[in-house]
Nanobody, 117 residues
């Protein structure tokens, strides 16, 4: 069982660079691939980024590639999402999720990021 808690969201000006954190409970967290997703009002959930258990493999959605960076510190059971050059269209609830197989089984409650222009 893994429990995930996101933090770091809030109101940010366009161009800002906040960092989101995803803190996990569970001794086996280091074995999980972790992803960040986001959902804006009236839109479908969108993949943002993912990182393998070792941190050696990362993927990014096209809309954030080159602006966001995902990383993890397994000693702290935490995954980070560094967001740079934020745009108003990045406004969404951001969720982290964890998986061992193909499906993300564990999800956090989400953290709101609102980008003002």
């Amino acid at each position: 069982q893994v429990q995930l808690v996101e933090s770091g969201g809030g109101l940010v000006q366009a161009g800002g660079s906040p960092r989101l954190s995803c803190a996990a409970s569970g001794r086996t967290f280091s074995r999980y691939t972790v992803g960040w997703f986001r959902q804006a009002p009236g839109k479908e959930r969108e993949f943002v980024a993912s990182i393998s258990w070792s941190g050696g493999i990362t993927y990014y959605g096209d809309s954030v590639k080159g602006r966001f960076t995902i990383s993890r510190d397994n000693a702290k059971n935490t995954v980070y999402l560094q967001m740079n050059s934020l745009k108003p269209e990045d406004t969404a609830v951001y969720y982290c999720a964890a998986r061992m197989s193909d499906d993300y089984r564990y999800w956090g409650q989400g953290t709101q990021v609102t980008v003002s222009s």
